[in-house]
């Protein structure tokens, strides 16, 4: 009966996860204002945060089997394959944050309302690089703290970096609105 | 050197950019439900969490499934019971999940002072009915997923986590606009 085992292990996780997501939440909630005077921006949060996800936990992913192949450990942390992925999750960032501003501000004008483009790109942009470089450095810490207490990276990456992820996008998010809103 | 950067972005791109397509849906969702949501910010707080919650549910019993796969435990049929078990218990772990954090979202609200506009009883209903219906589909999305994936030779732990995430996003806010149209909150 491998069912028991699974709530055991799982149910204690996805409540404390829960929990965590209720801060994501809190920051989403303290945001109706904003949300009210930058059409569009409401549009990017679900895909914004699922780009971080999807990003940093394919990052965890592949440090996890990087271990497991022997290419990495707590010793020999910052080579060359930690600076590609590194790298490469970089790029997605950009890249990715580019395609939900344009797509935000394209859907919107086809339902009728009229985001500032420059504004909404703007701020996913900035909010998709400095979650990417924060979650990046958290990636690397996690990793390291793993490597060295000897657990498997496969089982902490997925679910720690999913939960810290949201807060810190949607952080992030909030953050680069409030400074676009007073710059620009 | 296994990793180069130019590799990592070449593979992750293509499905990225799909889930952005259908995020982007959910997004539009919520931009046209504004005015009531400002109204009932209680629901702006739960959004995050239902959808976070059917996501690693889905994606720890695709995992499951993955390994079950792999191993040989669980065989590629319908009426296997190592799954029907495993698919069980994740909506059965839901209907706990969803239930705690219910109660506890609506108190931390109110503690946090925020304007409540709904009592906790049809809050819990609309959330809880929100997210049993959410974990329902996600478990059954993640055994297809995971099913087909293996039978055509794709590696189901690529494949179910980005699937069950992107599908549980969306379809949690459609839900649960759903189930408050159902409770008769707006």
Redesign the interface.
Known sequence: ???KE??KQ??P???L??????F???T??G??SI??EI??L??????I???R???S??FGS?LGS?YH?G?IDAENLWN??LR??I???L??SF??SI??GV??YV??LL?N?QPDPVKLITIVLLAGIISGVILTLLTIIIIYLVFRRGYDPDNIT??AL??FG?IVT?FCIFGSAVLMEAIL | MIYSWKNIVKHNLPLLTICIFIEIFAGQILQGKQEMLVLFPVFLVSIPVINGVSGNIGSVLGARLASGLHVGYISLSIKDKEMHDNLLTSILMGFITYFVLAILIYFIALLGDLQMGIGLIEFVIVVLGTGLLLVCVISLVSVVTAFWSFKKGLDPDDMVAPVVTTVGDTLGIVFLFLLIGVVGIW
């Open positions: 009966m491998f069912a699974m709530v799982s149910l996780l996805f409540i996860c829960g929990l965590g997501a209720v994501a939440g809190s989403f909630a945001m109706t949300f009210q059409p569009g409401i549009v990017v949060i679900p895909a945060i699922a780009l996800g999807n990003i936990t394919a592949r990087a192949l290419v060359e394959e590609q992925n790298m490469g999750s790029v997605l890249l990715v395609i939900v797509l935000a859907t919107s339902l309302v997925g679910p999913a939960t949201d949607m």
